[in-house]
Structure formats: structure tokens, C-alpha cells
Antibody, heavy 121, light 110 residues
């Protein structure tokens, strides 16, 4: 079964850091671009970041550029999102998604259940 | 960059057709054939229903169809069914090498 499973969410103080992980299975991980998308409570979807299959190309939303870093370990079939200098507005469910055709621009066909990040003092 | 513009809500009766619009600019929707649509039921992860403007992933009903004219893409759901009640989001590639979503549309099946 093709699936992705996020972990690492939690409660963190403003200015703090958190690293999210996304374990993939059932598909050739290294051949697929991967994406992080977030959804603030009661709000719509927001694209956060993309990474190519090799990890050589990364892209970020302006709202997280310079604070978040996307990476992947293809030997472990795992995607990461390092989040630094967290702000209250980063509070959201963070979804990991598979982007088989070269990134979120071409559609994300497999989504995890999400991991919740809460930034609050 | 502002979100793509979608109506906040639409409604229809079972068996009817509804259309959800998604309006952007020439730097996103109008400039590329890279528009996707997602369906999200409450408490669930989004599900891809359309990619690259008009392609349906395997297993997605052909009751979902799309069109694009200028800076506006539209999703039409025909033969409405109760299980179609959900939130719908469009997304587009942008000239800044990013992806932007619409604000979402809540579909109510009366």
C-alpha cells in the first residue's frame, strides 16, 4: 500500500524549533518529489515547500523561507521539515504529500493524516 | 502572493450540477496548465481529483470535469451525490516557482 506517515508535531514556544518527519512506503521514494502543505485551524490549505526526488532542488513559500528547511533521506525513505524561529501563525496541521509528476504544481496524489504543530507560550 | 479566488460556498440538490470557479492571474492560473483540484472531507486529508488542468487520477469519478479560460479555472460536478459534500480547493503553479491554493469552497448537497 502506498502511504506516507507524518510525525514530530507538538507544542512549541514562539521562537522555538521543531523537526517533522514523514515516512514513506509502497512506492519508489527517490523517484518522487515530495511536498509539505499546512492547514491552520479552520482555514484553507497553504503550500509550504517542495523537494525534488534527488533532494537537489528545493522550493519554499515566502512565509517560511529562511526559517524552514526541507530535506530527505532516500536511504531511509523519509522526508523532513526543520522548522526554526516558529511563530504563532505557523500553528497548523502539517501534511506530507507525494508529488509524482515533479512537484506540487502537478498535483499531490498521496497524503498523510497530518501532524499538528501548535506554537504558543 | 494572495490566494486564488474561489466562492466561499456553493450548494446543489442531488442529481444537479454545480460549478466552482478559481480565479487567479496571468502569473499563475492564466500562465500555466498546472491547475489541480482537491476534495477534503471534514477531519480528513485532501484528495487529488484533477491535475494539470484536466487530468483525473485513476479512480476519480468522471462526474468531475474542468475547464479553463484565461485566468479562471472551473470545476464542474455533475450528478451531485451526498458524498460530494466537502470542501474543494484549487491550486496553481506560479511564475515565482511556487504553488498557490485557493481559499476553498464549501459544497453543500441539499
Amino acid at each position: 500500500e502506498v502511504q506516507v506517515l507524518e510525525s514530530g508535531g507538538g507544542l512549541v514556544q514562539p521562537g522555538g524549533s521543531l523537526r517533522l518527519s514523514c515516512a514513506a512506503s509502497g512506492f519508489t521514494f527517490s523517484s518522487s518529489a515530495m511536498t509539505w502543505v499546512r492547514q491552520a485551524p479552520g482555514k484553507g490549505l497553504e503550500w509550504v515547500s517542495d523537494i525534488s526526488g534527488s533532494g537537489g532542488s528545493t522550493y519554499y513559500a515566502d512565509s517560511v523561507k529562511g526559517r524552514f528547511t526541507i530535506s530527505r533521506d532516500n536511504s531511509k525513505n523519509t522526508l523532513y521539515l526543520q522548522m526554526n524561529s516558529l511563530r504563532a501563525e505557523d500553528t497548523a496541521i502539517y501534511y506530507c504529500a507525494k508529488s509524482p509528476r515533479g512537484g506540487a504544481a502537478h498535483g499531490m496524489d498521496v497524503w498523510g493524516q497530518g501532524t499538528t504543530v501548535t506554537v504558543s507560550s | 502572493q494572495s490566494a486564488l479566488t474561489q466562492p466561499a460556498s456553493v450548494s446543489g440538490s442531488p442529481g444537479q450540477s454545480i460549478t466552482i470557479s478559481c480565479t487567479g492571474t496571468s502569473s499563475d492560473v492564466g500562465g500555466y496548465n498546472f491547475v489541480s483540484w482537491y476534495q477534503q472531507h471534514p477531519g480528513k486529508a485532501p484528495k487529488l481529483i484533477i491535475y494539470d488542468v484536466s487530468n483525473r487520477p485513476s479512480g476519480v469519478s468522471n462526474r468531475f470535469s474542468v475547464s479553463k479560460s484565461g485566468n479562471t479555472a472551473s470545476l464542474t460536478i455533475s450528478g451531485l451525490q451526498p458524498e460530494d459534500e466537502a470542501d474543494y480547493y484549487c491550486s496553481s503553479y506560479t511564475s515565482s516557482n511556487t504553488v498557490i491554493f485557493g481559499g476553498g469552497t464549501k459544497l453543500t448537497v441539499l
